[in-house]
């Protein structure tokens, strides 16, 4: 498991993203755009999904590149990431895909955010991020990246995914759904993984 042990990625590997997420997909094509690494994703190669029954982003991370990695024989590298309320004392968490549901109806679950807050003075927010990169013989390696921000109402932009159009970061007064994609990817939790990722795990371009 320890960092000093992996192996890293080079120019024209094939990566496996384990995910089923469109957004994430293109997110992650576009951060490793630069790197000459081809990535596929898990529902390209009809991979199932497997169960999320860790208790946090890190051990859900690991579940799920472990399980591509093995199941396609290449290099995998998974996201496990969740938006936190602290008036909700941290939900949804690692529940942020479940809250919204097998159809992902996440105007629904925005609305269920802002309902369960109530008149709460505190609209502290944050995103955490995880990456796992697993090899098919078990090997593993994590980063972790958090950005801070606030939960605004009504929703803003037509950008990015999941609950981005709730979530303005500290220091902004765009939600990320209102951001570009480099904007977006120059600041946020993803982007932060990635950048502890990529010193740790990719060839210099």
């Not at 208790?55 to 590298?77: T, V, W």
């Not at 549901?101 to 955490?128: N, Q, Y």
């Not at 098919?136 to 605004?152: A, K, L, S």
């Not at 979530?167 to 990320?176: E, N, R, V, W």
Request: aromatic content about 8%; some cysteine.
């Amino acid at each position: 498991m320890s960092g000093q042990q992996q192996r890293g990625l080079r120019r024209g590997d094939t990566l496996v993203l384990a995910s089923h997420n469109a957004g994430k997909l293109a997110e992650f094509s576009s951060l490793l755009s630069g790197y000459g690494i081809k990535v596929v994703s898990a529902a390209t190669l009809n991979l199932p999904e497997p169960d999320e029954t860790a208790d946090s982003f890190a051990g859900n991370a690991e579940i799920k590149a472990l399980a591509a990695a093995r199941a396609a024989n290449l290099p995998a590298l998974a996201d496990d990431s969740g938006f936190c309320v602290r008036a909700l004392n941290g939900d949804p968490g690692i529940f942020s895909a479940r809250w919204a549901g097998p159809e992902k109806d996440f105007p629904a679950v925005m609305r269920r955010i802002h309902d369960l807050m109530g008149d709460s003075p505190d609209r502290g927010a944050w995103f955490i991020s995880v990456l796992c990169l697993a090899w098919p013989d078990g090997r593993t390696e994590t980063f972790e990246g958090r950005i801070d921000g606030q939960v605004v109402w009504p929703p803003r932009g037509e950008h990015g995914h999941g609950y981005d159009p709730i979530f303005a970061p500290d220091g902004s007064s765009q939600t990320f759904a209102e951001m570009s994609d480099a904007q977006k990817n120059a600041v946020s939790h993803r982007a932060i993984a990635f950048r502890l990722f990529r010193d740790g795990c990719l060839q210099p371009s």
